[in-house]
């Protein structure tokens, strides 16, 4: 199994319709990030978090919440799709205390489709 | 601000050609992290290598290899007898020492490289 699993793989959803982009980790990682990829434009983050009660904003947080349930699982939210969201999505997670470079360790993506 | 450019959008070769990978970074930290990724035509994110900028040592793993250079701020990736296979995105990426990287890191916007047969 995957040390850093997202849900779903795959979605496709209708503009104004509220998704949820699940990440879950067995790497006992306590940072957790969000990024999102845009052909041509390469990864920028969504939101990060260092525990379940430290949540930041990225470089593209507006229109996208989150939620850090359990030190192992940060939710990505888009309470209202526009097509413009339509993109990759990935979870990654760090360990800054093995390693303190900041390498990620990232889920598979989501792709998400706003129609 | 951390930023890294890697300018070459696009890069097609014939298989068995060597090809380079450029990517330039802009940092004020005099700690930091240098990475490759690749992203196969499946989606995925690979680790391919992490450099930190007290080693400028080139690194060389079989077909691949890596010249950091401090002087002009460039961190090149060559594939040496290039293959099919290799044909992917390629994302140079920075992170920065202070507060250990823990705002993530910065992606370069990829190079897509295709290697035809």
């Known amino acids: 199994d995957a040390d850093v699993t997202q849900t779903p793989r795959n979605r496709i959803t209708k503009t104004g319709k509220r998704i949820m982009l699940e990440c879950s980790q067995t790497?006992?990682?306590?940072?957790m990030y969000w990024y999102r990829q845009d052909p041509g434009l390469g990864l920028r983050l969504i939101y990060y978090s260092f525990d379940v009660k430290d949540i930041n904003k990225g470089e593209i947080s507006d229109g996208y919440s989150v939620s850090r349930q359990a030190q192992a699982k940060f939710s990505l939210s888009l309470e209202s799709a526009i097509p413009n969201q339509t993109a990759l999505y990935f979870c990654?997670?760090?360990?800054?205390?093995?390693?303190?470079?900041?390498?990620?360790?990232f889920g598979e993506g989501s792709r998400l489709t706003v129609l | 601000a951390q930023k890294v450019t890697q300018a070459q959008t696009e890069i097609s070769v014939v298989e068995k050609e060597d090809v380079t990978l450029d990517c330039v970074y802009e940092t004020r930290d005099t700690t930091y992290y240098l990475f490759w990724y690749k992203q196969p035509p499946s989606g995925e994110l690979v680790f391919l290598i992490r450099r930190n900028s007290f080693d400028e040592q080139n690194e060389i793993s079989g077909r691949y290899s890596w010249n950091f250079q401090k002087s002009t701020s460039s961190f090149n990736f060559t594939i040496t007898a290039s293959q099919v296979v290799d044909s992917a995105v390629y994302f140079c990426a920075l992170s920065e020492r202070v507060g250990g990287g823990a705002d993530g890191l910065t992606f370069g916007k990829g190079t897509h490289l295709i290697i035809q047969p």
């Open positions: 990654a997670t760090s360990d800054p205390v093995g390693l303190g470079t900041g390498e990620l360790f």
């Open positions: 790497k006992g990682h306590d940072r």
